[in-house]
Protein backbone atom coordinates (compact mmCIF):
# COMPACT_ATOMS: atom_id res chain seq x y z
CA UNK A 1 0.00 0.00 0.00
CA UNK A 2 1.48 3.18 -0.93
CA UNK A 3 1.64 5.96 1.83
CA UNK A 4 0.96 9.09 1.23
CA UNK A 5 3.06 12.27 1.75
CA UNK A 6 0.67 13.60 4.11
CA UNK A 7 0.85 10.54 6.39
CA UNK A 8 4.73 10.35 6.11
CA UNK A 9 5.10 14.35 7.45
CA UNK A 10 2.46 13.22 10.04
CA UNK A 11 4.74 10.40 11.47
CA UNK A 12 7.56 12.55 11.73
CA UNK A 13 5.40 15.35 12.85
CA UNK A 14 4.56 12.86 15.70
CA UNK A 15 8.02 12.02 16.64
CA UNK A 16 9.09 15.78 17.14
CA UNK A 17 6.38 16.46 19.26
CA UNK A 18 7.98 14.32 21.66
CA UNK A 19 11.50 14.80 21.09
CA UNK A 20 13.92 15.53 23.55
CA UNK A 21 17.33 15.55 21.91
CA UNK A 22 17.95 19.00 21.98
CA UNK A 23 18.10 21.59 25.04
CA UNK A 24 15.28 23.27 22.95
CA UNK A 25 12.69 20.99 24.38
CA UNK A 26 12.75 22.89 27.28
CA UNK A 27 11.30 25.68 25.72
CA UNK A 28 9.05 23.91 23.89
CA UNK A 29 4.74 24.41 24.05
CA UNK A 30 4.44 23.26 20.36
CA UNK A 31 6.29 21.80 17.98
CA UNK A 32 6.62 23.77 15.01
CA UNK A 33 6.64 21.74 11.99
CA UNK A 34 4.76 23.21 8.80
CA UNK A 35 1.73 24.67 7.55
CA UNK A 36 1.08 25.40 3.79
CA UNK A 37 1.03 22.54 1.45
CA UNK A 38 3.26 19.16 0.91
CA UNK A 39 2.34 18.93 -2.65
CA UNK A 40 3.76 22.41 -3.21
CA UNK A 41 6.81 23.28 -6.11
CA UNK A 42 8.04 25.32 -3.39
CA UNK A 43 9.69 24.71 0.24
CA UNK A 44 10.40 28.16 2.72
CA UNK A 45 12.46 27.34 5.15
CA UNK A 46 13.18 29.52 7.87
CA UNK A 47 15.07 29.60 11.22
CA UNK A 48 13.12 28.96 14.23
CA UNK A 49 9.53 29.35 15.66
CA UNK A 50 9.24 32.36 17.92
CA UNK A 51 7.11 33.40 20.77
CA UNK A 52 3.41 33.41 19.35
CA UNK A 53 4.24 30.12 16.98
CA UNK A 54 5.35 27.96 19.90
CA UNK A 55 2.15 29.37 21.17
CA UNK A 56 0.44 28.18 18.76
CA UNK A 57 2.63 25.20 17.02
CA UNK A 58 2.82 27.35 13.39
CA UNK A 59 5.33 28.53 11.67
CA UNK A 60 5.10 32.26 10.19
CA UNK A 61 2.16 33.72 12.10
CA UNK A 62 3.91 36.30 14.28
CA UNK A 63 4.03 39.95 12.78
CA UNK A 64 7.38 38.89 10.49
CA UNK A 65 4.90 36.08 9.26
CA UNK A 66 2.24 38.42 7.99
CA UNK A 67 5.12 40.54 6.46
CA UNK A 68 6.27 37.39 4.41
CA UNK A 69 2.84 36.58 3.30
CA UNK A 70 2.12 40.20 2.02
CA UNK A 71 5.32 40.02 0.13
CA UNK A 72 4.47 36.54 -1.16
CA UNK A 73 1.08 37.54 -2.35
CA UNK A 74 2.06 41.05 -3.91
CA UNK A 75 3.86 39.09 -6.98
CA UNK A 76 1.33 36.66 -7.37
CA UNK A 77 1.57 33.45 -4.80
CA UNK A 78 -1.28 32.20 -2.98
CA UNK A 79 0.99 31.51 -0.18
CA UNK A 80 -1.00 28.49 1.77
CA UNK A 81 -1.64 26.96 -1.58
CA UNK A 82 1.64 27.26 -3.18
CA UNK A 83 4.52 26.90 -0.74
CA UNK A 84 5.06 24.41 1.82
CA UNK A 85 6.74 26.61 5.43
CA UNK A 86 8.45 24.87 7.65
CA UNK A 87 12.08 26.18 9.70
CA UNK A 88 15.17 24.72 10.35
CA UNK A 89 14.56 23.71 13.50
CA UNK A 90 11.27 22.85 15.24
CA UNK A 91 11.03 24.37 18.62
CA UNK A 92 11.79 27.65 20.43
CA UNK A 93 15.62 28.86 20.98
CA UNK A 94 15.01 31.67 23.63
CA UNK A 95 17.92 33.12 26.20
CA UNK A 96 16.66 35.83 29.15
CA UNK A 97 12.75 35.17 27.80
CA UNK A 98 13.74 36.29 24.12
CA UNK A 99 14.31 34.75 20.98
CA UNK A 100 17.46 34.15 19.71
CA UNK A 101 19.36 32.26 17.23
CA UNK A 102 19.67 28.13 17.21
CA UNK A 103 22.91 27.06 18.07
CA UNK A 104 24.87 25.06 15.75
CA UNK A 105 24.49 22.02 17.85
CA UNK A 106 21.01 22.37 17.98
CA UNK A 107 20.93 22.89 14.31
CA UNK A 108 22.98 19.83 13.32
CA UNK A 109 20.26 17.79 15.91
CA UNK A 110 16.71 19.05 14.25
CA UNK A 111 18.53 18.32 11.11
CA UNK A 112 17.31 15.29 10.35
CA UNK A 113 13.52 16.74 10.70
CA UNK A 114 14.35 18.64 8.06
CA UNK A 115 15.79 16.66 5.55
CA UNK A 116 12.83 14.35 5.96
CA UNK A 117 10.88 17.36 5.42
CA UNK A 118 12.79 17.76 2.27
CA UNK A 119 13.07 14.50 1.03
CA UNK A 120 9.12 14.03 1.16
CA UNK A 121 8.18 17.08 -0.38
CA UNK A 122 10.38 16.64 -2.97
CA UNK A 123 10.34 20.84 -3.80
CA UNK A 124 11.78 22.29 -7.07
CA UNK A 125 12.72 24.90 -5.31
CA UNK A 126 13.37 25.73 -2.00
CA UNK A 127 13.36 29.59 -0.42
CA UNK A 128 16.31 29.86 2.25
CA UNK A 129 14.82 32.88 4.30
CA UNK A 130 17.43 34.19 6.29
CA UNK A 131 20.96 33.61 6.87
CA UNK A 132 20.49 30.42 9.05
CA UNK A 133 18.60 28.64 6.43
CA UNK A 134 21.35 30.07 3.70
CA UNK A 135 23.87 28.63 6.19
CA UNK A 136 22.98 24.89 6.49
CA UNK A 137 23.09 24.85 2.40
CA UNK A 138 26.84 26.01 2.47
CA UNK A 139 26.10 29.09 0.87
CA UNK A 140 28.79 31.19 2.64
CA UNK A 141 29.02 34.30 1.04
CA UNK A 142 27.09 37.05 3.15
CA UNK A 143 23.44 37.54 1.86
CA UNK A 144 23.85 41.12 0.60
CA UNK A 145 25.67 39.55 -2.74
CA UNK A 146 23.08 36.28 -2.49
CA UNK A 147 19.68 37.12 -1.99
CA UNK A 148 17.55 36.68 -4.78
CA UNK A 149 20.25 34.35 -6.50
CA UNK A 150 19.49 30.66 -8.11
CA UNK A 151 21.99 28.15 -6.76
CA UNK A 152 21.43 24.84 -8.52
CA UNK A 153 22.12 21.74 -5.71
CA UNK A 154 21.81 18.54 -7.14
CA UNK A 155 18.67 19.69 -9.50
CA UNK A 156 17.27 21.75 -6.77
CA UNK A 157 17.15 25.44 -7.26
CA UNK A 158 18.48 27.39 -3.77
CA UNK A 159 17.18 30.99 -3.66
CA UNK A 160 18.50 32.72 -0.33
CA UNK A 161 16.58 35.79 0.53
CA UNK A 162 16.47 38.55 3.53
CA UNK A 163 14.31 37.50 6.52
CA UNK A 164 11.22 39.73 6.60
CA UNK A 165 12.57 41.27 9.45
CA UNK A 166 15.72 42.12 7.97
CA UNK A 167 15.72 46.39 7.82
CA UNK A 168 16.49 46.31 4.13
CA UNK A 169 13.92 48.16 1.77
CA UNK A 170 10.58 46.59 0.99
CA UNK A 171 11.26 46.80 -2.86
CA UNK A 172 14.78 44.86 -2.70
CA UNK A 173 12.32 42.30 -0.86
CA UNK A 174 10.01 41.93 -3.33
CA UNK A 175 12.15 42.45 -6.04
CA UNK A 176 13.85 39.05 -4.86
CA UNK A 177 10.34 37.46 -4.39
CA UNK A 178 9.31 38.52 -8.33
CA UNK A 179 12.58 36.58 -9.06
CA UNK A 180 11.23 33.34 -7.41
CA UNK A 181 7.72 33.80 -8.79
CA UNK A 182 9.20 33.82 -12.47
CA UNK A 183 11.08 30.60 -11.92
CA UNK A 184 7.86 29.15 -10.42
CA UNK A 185 5.69 29.79 -13.10
CA UNK A 186 8.55 28.14 -15.49
CA UNK A 187 8.10 24.93 -14.14
S1 LIG B 1 14.61 21.48 18.12
FE1 LIG B 1 14.45 19.59 16.93
S2 LIG B 1 16.02 18.20 17.80
FE2 LIG B 1 15.66 19.85 19.29
S3 LIG B 1 14.11 19.01 20.67
FE3 LIG B 1 13.02 20.21 19.08
S4 LIG B 1 12.48 18.67 17.52
FE4 LIG B 1 14.06 17.74 18.82
Same mark, same amino acid.
Given at each position: MQVSKSEKLEKILETTKTC?????HKNRCKCVFSKG????KIMLIGEAPGKKENEE???? $?GKSGQQLYDLLSKVGFNPEQDIYFCNVVKCRPVKNNKDRKPYKKEIETCAKFLNSQIEIVNPKIIILCGNTAKNIFKINEPMKTVHGKCFENNGLKLVPIYH???? $?LDNVKLSDFKKVYKMYREF
Open positions: KACNLCENAGKPF $IPRAS $I
